[in-house]
């Protein structure tokens, strides 16, 4: 079993930034592809960002490119999330996930059910 845990969450200004970070513990041998998916009030979970175990391909939601960047320490099993040019849009619950290198691989990286281990998620709010 893989335990994901995120932090960095908070309260920022329109415009401000955030970094998220979500540390994997466990059996995290397992883990290769890792993502950040979130969900605003009355709304469906929504992909981000992703990340190969390898850091060599990277996916990004056209609403985040430009603004945000996933990254990744393998040594410290914890990928993260720079968030810059925060707007209220981006006001969500946060959360992290992983796939486990022995799962499913019908569909890809940029969906949820790609996915074998969620987090707990961070709270993000951008003040207007």
């Known amino acids: 079993q893989v335990t994901l845990v995120e932090s960095g969450g908070g309260l920022v200004q329109t415009g401000g930034s955030l970094r998220l970070s979500c540390a994997a513990s466990g059996r995290t041998l397992s883990i290769d592809d890792m993502g950040w998916f979130r969900q605003a009030p009355g709304k469906a979970r929504e992909f981000v960002a992703a990340?190969?175990?390898?850091?060599?391909?990277?996916y990004y939601a056209d609403s985040v490119k430009g603004r945000f960047t996933i990254s990744r320490d393998n040594a410290k099993n914890t990928v993260y999330l720079q968030m810059n040019g925060l707007k209220p849009e981006d006001t969500a619950v946060y959360y992290c996930?992983?796939?486990?290198?022995?799962?499913?691989?019908?569909?890809?990286?940029?969906?949820?059910?790609?996915?074998?281990?969620w987090g707990q998620g961070t709270q993000v709010t951008v003040s207007s």
């Open positions: 996930a992983a796939h486990d290198r022995f799962g499913s691989r019908r569909t890809s990286p940029t969906s949820a059910v790609w996915y074998d281990y």
């Open positions: 990340i190969t175990y390898s850091g060599a391909g990277i």
